[in-house]
Every structure is written in structure tokens, then in C-alpha cells.
């Protein structure tokens, strides 16, 4: 057990439908961080969040947003949903201000898109 | 970062040692080698990093080449559970302009028989 939680662990949805995927970091991390991995794609970074504020971006669509609360728990919202964005969905995190930067994942969220 | 370059695949038998190449021959002095495994769709597990010296732990082995140019994963007594895909990756640490994310590649499935 890493210590992440994420949730959902399935979701199932129709094309053009919009969900949010929950993530709550290991006690005391200030960065979270969110990957996707389909068949064809691999594992692929999307955003990363430290204590609130983004701070970095990989291959995030523009129908994806993500943000951090003060609680530090972050939440990942896929819009306009289409069929290949069915994937598994990994938040991570990391103790980036204890000086660590090893990055702990969750179970991940199995996203599927009829 | 430095791209890696890892065997498609391994075999080992359960009990024995298993030994896990990667070729990062473009690795930067700033870089260090991060080992991550994942088992059938669960989260990437980290198991260990070094810079230039060999590094151990409850998990694994880490060798380093003297011209950092690759290195060596070695599960001592691999099980059935090692059974995994192991990832290679080579990330400066946070400051540098790859900040924050890894970069995952194919990896190498290790499979251990019986």
C-alpha cells in the first residue's frame, strides 16, 4: 500500500460525458501527479501540482483539467468525453518539500467510454 | 531526460537471481537512474534510484556502471510475485528543467516460472 488513494477504481461513461477522478496524496506530500496509460500509449504524464499551484504539464488535452486543494487531495476532470480516452488514470505523489522526490502511485482509476 | 533502452522481455526461474539491463548511454551528469515496476494494471511501484554508486535495498540492487552509461536491477531471490513489468528511467532531480514528471518507456516484462 503506497499510501495514495484514488477513486473511483471503474468508471464506465458515455462518449461526450464529463467525470472527475479523485486522488488523495500520502499524508504530509504537497505534489501530486497525474498519468494516463492506454494500450497504445503507455504510461504518460499529464500535470503536476504542488501545494495548490500547477507546476508542471506533459500531454494533457484541453478537454482535461486538473487542480489541488488546500486539503491537497486533487481531482482530475475529463470533459466531452470520447472513446480513446479509456485508460487507466494513476495519481501520484511525492514529498517534494521534505526533499524527496520519489513518487508513490495509487491503485488508479480504470476509465472506459462506451 | 536520457532515453533508456531495455530487453522486451526476461525470463528467470523462481529462487534465482534476476538481472535486469538498461542502456542510458545519453545520461547527463545530473541524472540519476529510477527503477519502478508495475504489476498487472496496478499502480507503478517505485524500488530504488542511484546516481553513481551501487545502491541496495529491501527490494533490490542497483549497479552503475563507472561510466554511468547503464546499470543492472538485481532481485536476489526472484518469486512469482516479481512476475511484473520493470521501468528504467533517467530524470534529473526537481530543480532541472524536466521537473517533477518520469518519463516511462516500454519496459522490460520479466516473467518468473515455477
Known amino acids: 500500500d503506497s499510501g495514495v488513494t484514488q477513486t473511483p477504481k471503474h468508471l464506465i461513461t458515455a462518449t461526450g460525458q464529463r467525470v472527475t477522478l479523485r486522488c488523495s496524496p500520502r499524508?504530509?506530500?504537497?505534489?501530486v501527479y497525474w498519468y494516463q496509460q492506454s494500450l497504445d500509449q503507455g504510461l504518460q504524464f499529464l500535470i503536476q501540482?504542488?501545494?495548490?499551484?500547477?507546476?508542471a504539464k506533459g500531454n494533457i488535452l484541453e478537454r482535461f483539467s486538473a487542480q489541488q486543494f488546500p486539503d491537497l487531495h486533487s481531482e482530475l476532470n475529463l470533459s466531452s468525453l470520447e472513446l480513446g480516452d479509456s485508460a487507466l488514470y494513476f495519481c501520484?505523489?511525492?514529498?517534494?518539500?521534505?526533499?524527496?522526490?520519489?513518487?508513490?502511485f495509487g491503485p488508479g482509476t480504470r476509465l472506459t467510454v462506451l | 531526460d536520457a532515453k533508456t533502452t531495455q530487453p522486451t522481455s526476461m525470463d528467470c526461474a523462481e529462487g534465482r537471481a534476476a538481472n535486469l539491463p538498461c542502456n542510458h548511454s545519453?545520461?547527463?551528469?545530473?541524472?540519476?537512474v529510477y527503477w519502478y515496476r508495475q504489476i498487472h494494471s496496478q499502480g507503478p511501484q517505485y524500488i530504488i534510484h542511484?546516481?553513481?554508486n551501487n545502491e541496495t535495498n529491501e527490494m533490490a540492487s542497483l549497479i552503475i556502471t563507472e561510466d554511468r552509461k547503464s546499470s543492472t536491477l538485481i532481485l536476489p531471490h526472484a518469486t512469482l510475485r516479481d512476475t511484473a513489468v520493470y521501468y528504467c528511467?533517467?530524470?534529473?532531480?526537481?530543480?532541472?528543467?524536466?521537473?517533477?514528471?518520469?518519463?516511462f518507456g516500454q519496459g522490460t516484462i520479466l516473467t518468473v516460472h515455477p
Open positions: 501520484a505523489s511525492s514529498g517534494l518539500d521534505r526533499g524527496s522526490d520519489t513518487q508513490y
Open positions: 542511484g546516481l553513481k
Open positions: 501540482y504542488y501545494n495548490g499551484e500547477e507546476r
Open positions: 499524508s504530509g506530500d504537497l505534489s
Open positions: 545519453t545520461i547527463s551528469g545530473n541524472e540519476y
Open positions: 528511467i533517467v530524470r534529473v532531480r526537481p530543480g532541472g528543467t524536466s521537473y517533477g514528471k518520469l518519463t
